[in-house]
Antibody, heavy 119, light 113 residues
Framework: EVQMVESGGGLVQPGGSLRLSCAAS????????IYWVRQAPGKGLVWVSR????????AYADSVKGRFTISRDDAKKTLYLQMTSLRVEDTAVYYC????????????WGQGTMVTVSS | DIVMTQSPDSLTVSLGERATINCKSS????????????LAWYQQKPRQPPKLLIY???TRESGVPDRFSGSGSGTEFTLTISSLQAEDVAVYYC?????????FGQGTKLEIK
C-alpha cells in the first residue's frame, strides 16, 4: 500500500525556520517525482515545489524561491522541505504528493502537516 | 503562469441529479506531440487530502466511480457527476500540469440540496 506521511510542522515565529519531512513507503520512491503542495486555512491548493528523480529538476513557486529548499534521500525514501525566513502567509497545511508518471497529475497524497507562522 | 478559473464557486444539487463544474485555463494545456490535455480533477473532503479523480482531462483514475467523467480540450474543461450521491459532497479542483508552475483552480464547493 502506498503511503506518504508528513511530519515536522508546528508553530514558528516570523523569520524562523522549519524542516518538513515526507516518509514514503509501498512504492519505489527513487523512480518518482515528488511535490509539495500547500493549502492555507479555508483556501485552495497551491503548488510549492517539485523534485525529479535523482534530485534533479528542482523547481519552486516564486513565492518561496530563495527561502525554501526541497531535497530527497532515496535511501531513506524521504522527501524534505527546508523552510527559512518564514512569513505569516506561509501558514498552511503542507502536503507531499507523488507524480503519477503521466506528466504531472498527483495520484497519492499524504495527510499533510500544519505549519503556523505567528508571533 | 497559467491561470485556472473554475465556475461556479459553489453548487447545490439534489441527490440523483447531475452536477457540472467548469474549468477554464488562460492558455491551452493541450500538448500537441501526444494530443493530451494536461488537466486533472481532484476531490477534497473536509479534513482530508485531495484525491485524484480524472487525469488527461477525461481518463478516470483507477477505482473512481463511473458517475464521474471529464471532458473538454484546449482551454475549457468540465467535470460531470452524472447522479449525485451523498458521499460526493466535497470541494473539487482542476489542476493544469502542462507547464511549471503547476496551478490549480480556486475550487468549487458541491453541496446537497
Amino acid at each position: 500500500e502506498v503511503q506518504m506521511v508528513e511530519s515536522g510542522g508546528g508553530l514558528v515565529q516570523p523569520g524562523g525556520s522549519l524542516r518538513l519531512s515526507c516518509a514514503a513507503s509501498g512504492f519505489p520512491f527513487g523512480y518518482f517525482w515528488i511535490y509539495w503542495v500547500r493549502q492555507a486555512p479555508g483556501k485552495g491548493l497551491v503548488w510549492v515545489s517539485r523534485i525529479k528523480t535523482d534530485g534533479s529538476g528542482i523547481a519552486y513557486a516564486d513565492s518561496v524561491k530563495g527561502r525554501f529548499t526541497i531535497s530527497r534521500d532515496d535511501a531513506k525514501k524521504t522527501l524534505y522541505l527546508q523552510m527559512t525566513s518564514l512569513r505569516v502567509e506561509d501558514t498552511a497545511v503542507y502536503y507531499c504528493a507523488r507524480d503519477a508518471g503521466r506528466g504531472g497529475d498527483l495520484d497519492y497524497w499524504g495527510q499533510g502537516t500544519m505549519v503556523t507562522v505567528s508571533s | 503562469d497559467i491561470v485556472m478559473t473554475q465556475s461556479p464557486d459553489s453548487l447545490t444539487v439534489s441527490l440523483g441529479e447531475r452536477a457540472t463544474i467548469n474549468c477554464k485555463s488562460s492558455q491551452s494545456v493541450l500538448y500537441s506531440s501526444n494530443n493530451k490535455n494536461y488537466l486533472a480533477w481532484y476531490q477534497q473532503k473536509p479534513r482530508q487530502p485531495p484525491k485524484l479523480l480524472i487525469y488527461w482531462a477525461s481518463t478516470r483514475e483507477s477505482g473512481v466511480p463511473d458517475r464521474f467523467s471529464g471532458s473538454g480540450s484546449g482551454t475549457e474543461f468540465t467535470l460531470t457527476i452524472s447522479s449525485l450521491q451523498a458521499e460526493d459532497v466535497a470541494v473539487y479542483y482542476c489542476h493544469q500540469y502542462y507547464n511549471s508552475p503547476h496551478t490549480f483552480g480556486q475550487g468549487t464547493k458541491l453541496e446537497i440540496k
